[in-house]
């Protein structure tokens, strides 16, 4: 028993410790093999990220655009998605934002001053009109804006509008800003709405529009027919005052007004063009974090673009691109630690993480799983595989631990009751031997007093007989059993013979032993298929044990009857009964309830092993109700009219 308990243990112990490590492995594995992959990954979508930004600066140099100032700082902002630029020429002079040209025309200015004259002092608009309008021909915006005012003081409305939309320079921008705010306070102007409409028109077209568009010239310079930055950003906002909310023009007009306050203040924060090539430096600039980048251009100057923080998260967008589909998530953060793009994810550890590529500024990209430590839970799935296998094993041994454990218990048990056996057939042969021996020896010696009591002594040895002769049957019929060597003879066979077979043989002894036995028979009890002797030996083993497990007064009660297809023949007796527990074992081999020798009832445990035998080969069944005191029912059914099979 010892050894086959350490025979389960002792591979179970070993097979938990090869688990508890192999488990502990399976981690480590998981996370160096992730790791791994993840990290190639990384370099994968760096070069991605590097590849993306070089070849934008690289369509900056071949793009063939307007060196307009104006047209260049449209498409960065409208087009390329940057916040801002300042340029310098091949020089390093600033060309935008620039100041206006100081153009001090003495003449011209006496001349603006006699205008004015005469519109202010003298209230004079039409003289004043007639005066500007030579001025404005010359191209000063002030005498084109005076020309304006002095028409709508007139209440010539048209003639202002006319004067206002003729000229296609951005000069004329203040004129017709000047007309659009008069139109707004005045509402009783006839045709005032189409006036407007193409005011603003005219005014979008003016502000941030290239003149020179498509032409390559050689320098950015090359063209003054624009408005310096500062008044172009005054008449834009004003203009986007007066835009209806919603109209298609405010949207980018905002983007360039905000994109050109922008570069007026980056102007005045970097005054000259040196700084590092292609590479974003974080700078403030009006209290905004951004980025800005020094780029030589191949047709000009130097450029300096500035990019806003989601600009840089955009140009970082390769990072979530490359894993967008994958298990880990990507944070991305400054130098501060900061988050530029990706998600935070709180708390969890990197995988892996890189430095951004060159060029960006200082910051790194990681790489995390959301619910934190993935790795046990990928590690989870192979370990659950190495547990449930574990489990099963063990499952599997305690099982077959469980079954050799039954097994063995059932062979001890065997042997106990063989040993048993042998000791309680001992026994039981030699107390008839004995007795009979005694009777045979007095009848020899011619001790007995007269003919009668000889004939007492004979029938005496003849029950003595009876009795060994049917224990010896019983041996054989278990022995024969136990070989299955038995074969029923099936046969219509009558109840009630049966029945009397089996009180006849066992009349004697209950005379002997002063049993009272009485039958019931029910009426017109069917026949059945069956062996007939078998059925008397059944028939005689309840008889007898209902006599032998029976006290002083013993009353048998032996009733045959059909019911449900069967028919049942029920022993009852007044005996001692035994225990419900003992009652499910009472059929086994040599087992008796009380098997000390000291016992009274002769038997050795065979007699219900043999009844049960049958009555299986016979298909039927046999039920006990036993009370310890009050007696027990032994009911063998039998059924009725099938041929029951031979065994
Ligand atoms: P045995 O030769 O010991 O009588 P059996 O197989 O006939 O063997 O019976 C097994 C055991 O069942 C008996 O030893 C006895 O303890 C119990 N038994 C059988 N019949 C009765 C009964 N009618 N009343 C009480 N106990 C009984």
Redo the contacts with the bound molecule.
Sequence with gaps: MALLAAAVVLPTVSLLWFMSRAVGNERLVIQQKLTALYGQQLEDADEQVKTRINERFDGFSRANWSMDPYGLLRRLVLTEGFQGVVLWDRDGTPVYPAAAPQRVDEQAESRLADAWQLEFAEENPAAAAERYSRLAASGDPRALAGQVRCLTKLNRWDAAAQAALISQSSEAAPARLLLLSLLQKNDSVTGRQDMQTRLIRALSEDLFNSDSDGVITPDFAATDDYLPAAQNLFIARKLLAALEPGAPESDPLSQLVAAEQLSLEAADVFSSPAGPVDSLVPVRIGGEALYAIHHPTPFAGTMLILLSNEGLAAALDGYLEAFADSDVHVRILDSQGALIAGEFGEDTPAIVSARLPEGFPDGTVELFFEDGDMFNKVAGRQIAIYIWTGALVILLMLVVGAFAVQAVGRQMRLNKMKNDFIATVSHELKTPLASMRLLVDTLLEGRTRDEAHAKEYLSMIARENERLTRMIENFLSFSRMERNKNAFTMAAASPSEIVDDAIDSVCTKYRTNKCRLDTDLADGLPEIQADHDAVVTVLI?LLD??C??TTDDKQIHLSVFAEEGDVCFAVS?N????PRRQVRR?FDSF????SSLART?E???????IVRFIINAHKGRVDVD?RPGEG?T?TVRLPIGRKNGAA
């Design positions: 083993n044990n209902a032998k497990y007796d005996g001692i009964g035994m009472i087992y008796q309830v009380d009832a038997g050795c445990g065979l007699g219900l092993s036993s027990s032994f």
